[in-house]
């Protein structure tokens, strides 16, 4: 039977590719790395995508870990590097929220009209999660990852034709929904056409 008791000897197992290793370190680990990563990114899924992230990481690169250093604190940093680029990957997002906030106010015509602008923010951010899956990841990588029509052609292996149709249909969309809100074009142009 083996001695599991120390991370040292998990560690030991786990670089001879042993995944009863890999299991008991994911079982002591998972659920504290978990909750550290939820009190930062504020969502359980984002916080499941970092454990994920973590422990593939450790599994891909099970050869060159270090038995003699601590492999917590390793976990951890892992962690806080994967965290930094969910962080990242909503900023521009969260900029682009943050220029229609400012829009908003600095136009007293349209922030009278938006009592709660918040709920403008908050709309947003439902239409795009309303659109069909292809459609939304385009639209993101397009307008708020500013990629080009070639990458996202690439990534998603689809043509450049239809990431021009997606994101076509994404912005009629969003159009036709923010007219029915009676939310001014200024604001979807600020949004959506300019760039």
């Known amino acids: 039977m083996k001695d599991h008791s120390s991370d040292y000897n998990l560690i030991t197992g786990l670089k001879k590719d042993d995944h009863d290793s890999f299991r008991v370190l994911f079982n002591r680990y998972s659920k504290a790395l978990?909750?550290?990563s939820l009190r930062y990114l504020k969502s359980n899924e984002?916080?499941?995508?970092?454990?994920?992230?973590?422990?593939?990481?450790?599994?891909?690169?099970?050869k060159e870990l270090k038995s003699e250093t601590s492999f917590k604190s390793y976990l951890f940093t892992i962690a806080l590097n994967s965290i930094?680029?969910?962080?990242?990957?909503?900023?521009?997002?969260?900029?682009?929220?943050?220029?229609i906030l400012l829009d908003i106010s600095q136009n007293t015509s349209e922030f009278d009209i938006r009592e709660d602008y918040q709920s403008l923010l908050d709309k947003l951010d439902e239409l795009i999660n309303r659109m069909p899956e292809k459609r939304k990841q385009v639209f993101i990588k397009k307008k708020l990852e500013e990629k080009s029509l070639k990458e996202i052609a690439l990534e998603m292996d689809i043509t450049a034709k239809t990431v021009e149709y997606?994101?076509?249909?994404?912005?009629?969309?969003?159009?036709?929904?923010?007219?029915?809100?009676?939310?001014k074009g200024m604001i979807f142009f600020y949004l959506f056409v300019k760039k």
């Not at 930094?84 to 220029?99: A, G, M």
């Open 166 to 183: 997606h994101i076509t249909e994404a912005i009629k969309f969003l159009k036709k929904e923010f007219t029915s809100l009676q939310i």
């Open 46 to 62: 984002a916080a499941e995508d970092v454990v994920q992230e973590v422990f593939t990481k450790i599994w891909n690169n099970r």
């Open 34 to 36: 978990f909750q550290f």
């Open 84 to 99: 930094r680029k969910q962080f990242n990957k909503l900023s521009r997002f969260n900029e682009v929220r943050h220029d």
